[in-house]
């Protein structure tokens, strides 16, 4: 072959297919067009509160991603345009102050730019020998500190909370059946079945790693809870000893901080007691409310959660890091590697270069490329300081007494469960057993855009909850929701309306004036 020539272009390319790039060609427009883009979103978290919470996307915006792929591209200035007319304004709307559905973090204009950067750099955080991983080991060190950890606890990026409990378990599994080595066997070598416990109030996410581990969610017991809704340890000692006698072996139990209907929190001390007394694995589920312990008013609730062997928690929910930065921190580095460092051949570690470096974040859970979560992470940490955050987590639990007294002293509504941290469950006093009432007043305060509480069955009955997360609520607002409850309450039961509703707004137009 003559080396001289450029081999025939393939038949059908484009004319240019040895020179296609994906950079810009005019890197000055790319800048003008790339700080429109900035000014917008800045604009766009400046004027939050004039916008409704959420709207149902308009049959434009829904149709508009109903097209075929595209072979030819309208470039950066076109998308932008769609993204302002057909997503910004129909996104979850979990930023808004007035948003206090399920379990959901604000995200701050600090974390916006760290993604930028992230996104920038495109780590591969997988592994190998770069500042990334020093800055994950970072945070590792900085939670291990917080929760009252060894400082060479082993921590690692996951998207949330649910992968981390599903990590935990395999950690546990591990660490019970250490010599029976079921990463090679597999469950069904086993001659024992392995139980688990958690309080009912546990998150579904723990049954269903029960179910992805293939251990079967039939072997987690769900626990009795008590008043308060914490895990009731008289029945868990019954329970685990029922277990030993049927000759199963039980190997983990689930604390929960922070239960996700109600914020209830397990007696953490007296879990990690049974677990030490019996040999099981201690995880807790802190989703949210592991961070507690950022505010020294709380971190008492969560009294226990330095003996726990491993937590899951997230960033996202009351730190405010952009989606998605879950993590999972282990007490014990050497168990957690176990459970999943593995020899592949393009893995290898070298001595020395990018290819360096003893444990890497992929021998600690199952992603291998994965992205720099722990940028946004740190930028908030480091901007914000853990007493500032502490102070909002505190600011959250006191708004969610505000919305109790407001709840208690209605005529309409009616407390349905404690209030531990910063989540208010609460129902018309006169409600349906289907909660028809209840039901109604969330959709009405979703599809009105004042407000977006969300539904949960407590016991059975459909109960209104607020979890109040936003770090951008104000006392205000706690009392404005109050009103539009009383108002939405009145819409539902087909009554008229004490005061004038707000004209129907047109965008942008401010909510309320006052
Ligand atoms: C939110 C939550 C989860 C699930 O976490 P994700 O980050 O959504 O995966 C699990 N447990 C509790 C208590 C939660 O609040």
């Known amino acids: 072959m003559n080396h001289s020539q450029r081999p025939p272009k393939p038949i059908g390319a484009p004319a240019d297919a040895l020179s296609a790039d994906l950079d810009p060609t005019d890197w000055e427009a790319f800048r003008a067009e790339s700080h429109r883009a900035l000014d917008q979103m800045i604009d766009h978290l400046a004027t939050l509160r004039e916008r409704p919470v959420w709207r149902e996307p308009s049959a434009e915006a829904r149709e508009r991603f109903r097209r075929p792929l595209p072979a030819e591209g309208r470039g950066l200035a076109a998308a932008l345009d769609d993204f302002e007319r057909f997503i910004q304004p129909y996104a979850n709307g979990n930023i808004h102050p007035l948003f206090m559905g399920w379990a959901q973090g604000a995200g701050t204009p600090v974390g916006m730019v760290a993604e930028m950067l992230a996104a920038g750099l495109n780590s591969n955080c997988g592994g190998r020998n770069h500042i990334a991983l020093d800055v994950e080991r970072q945070i590792a060190a900085w939670m291990a500190q917080a929760f009252g950890f060894p400082l060479d ?28 080595n079921v990463r090679k066997n597999g469950l069904k070598a086993l001659e024992e079945q392995l139980v688990a416990y958690a309080s009912r109030e546990a998150h579904n996410c723990v049954r269903q790693a029960m179910e992805l581990a293939g251990l079967g969610a039939r ?33 983990l139990v689930v604390g929960t901080a922070g239960s996700v209907d109600t914020g209830a929190i397990d007696d953490l001390d007296a879990l990690a007691d049974i677990a030490k007394a019996e040999d099981l694995w201690f995880h807790i589920d802190g989703a949210f409310g592991a961070l507690a312990v950022l505010s020294p008013a709380l971190k008492p609730l969560v009294k226990g959660l330095e003996r726990a062997d491993s937590v899951a928690f997230d960033f996202h929910k009351w730190l405010h890091v952009p989606y998605d930065a879950g993590f999972f921190l282990v007490r014990d580095p050497e168990a957690h590697r176990r459970a999943f460092a593995a020899n592949a051949a393009y893995l290898t570690r070298a001595p020395r270069g990018l290819a360096a470096g003893e444990i890497w974040p992929c021998d600690l859970g199952a992603d291998l490329s994965r992205g720099f979560r722990a940028l946004k992470t740190w930028f908030t940490i480091e901007v914000f300081g853990t007493e500032r955050l502490g102070a909002c ?35 018309v006093k006169d409600d ?29 009955h459909p109960t209104i909850r607020a979890a109040i997360f936003n770090h951008r609520t104000r006392e205000e607002d706690i009392d404005a929701f109050m009103l539009m409850l009383e108002r939405a309450a009145q819409r539902a039961r087909g009554e008229p309306p004490l005061e004038p509703l707000p004209e129907p707004r047109e965008d942008g137009e401010p909510l309320s004036q006052d």
């Open 432 to 460: 349906d057993e289907a909660g028809r009432l209840n039901r109604e007043i969330v959709m009405e305060l979703h599809e009105s855009g004042e407000a977006a509480p969300s539904l949960t069955l407590l016991d059975g």
């Open 219 to 251: 072997h987690l017991r769900l626990i009795e809870s008590d008043g308060a809704r914490s895990l009731r340890v008289d029945e868990l000692r019954r329970a685990i000893a029922e277990d030993r006698a049927a000759g199963l072996h039980p190997f």
């Open 153 to 180: 606890a082993s921590g690692v990026f996951v998207t949330g909370t649910s992968i981390a409990n599903f990590l935990s378990l395999l950690v546990a599994r591990e660490h019970a059946l250490g010599d029976k």
């Open 393 to 427: 987590i505190e600011k959250s639990c006191a708004l969610a007494q505000r919305l109790r007294r407001n709840i208690e002293a209605s005529g309409t509504f009616e407390m349905r469960a404690p209030v531990a941290l910063n989540v208010v469950c609460f129902g």
